[in-house]
């Protein structure tokens, strides 16, 4: 079955309760994690890792926190897994040729085929109409 990483669940949650602020307002992952029943390491871990792709602004200091720093209009959502957990394919053989059975698979080219249509969805869906 194919679904969403625990890691890109939260960003996603963090990042709608962060546009649910006011422009400069900050948020910090304890708020966060509290009103939404969260793991409070594990969400400031996800912050951390939205800062160093520059999708949040982490501001030190002892009212410090987050504050959404790029459009996330701009963001596709392929781009956005990808980001947070590497690239995106429903089979190992996508992105890795190391399988041993590629030489024979009889259903390679069909999974490519389904693969190439869920990257293209996700590219034609931003994540600023996810968190909306």
């Known amino acids: 079955m194919l679904k969403i990483t625990r890691k890109v669940e939260y960003a996603l949650i963090a990042l709608r309760h962060m546009q649910e602020k006011e422009k400069d307002e900050l948020t910090n992952a304890k708020e966060i994690a509290e009103q939404y029943g969260m793991p409070v390491e594990l969400l400031a871990k996800t912050l951390q890792h939205l800062a160093r792709e ?3 602004e982490a501001v030190q200091g002892p009212h410090g926190g987050y504050r959404i720093k790029k459009c996330l209009e701009d963001i596709n959502m392929k781009d956005f897994f990808e980001k ?3 690239p995106l394919g429903i089979m190992d053989c996508y992105f890795d040729s190391d399988c041993t059975l590629v030489p024979m698979c009889n ?3 069909p999974i490519q085929r389904i693969n ?3 990257r293209s969805m996700f590219e034609n869906m931003s994540v ?3 968190t909306q």
Do not use: N
């Open 54 to 56: 520059k999708i949040v």
């Open 84 to 86: 947070m957990e590497g």
């Open 107 to 109: 259903i390679r080219t």
């Open 116 to 118: 190439e249509s869920m």
């Open 128 to 130: 600023g109409e996810i």
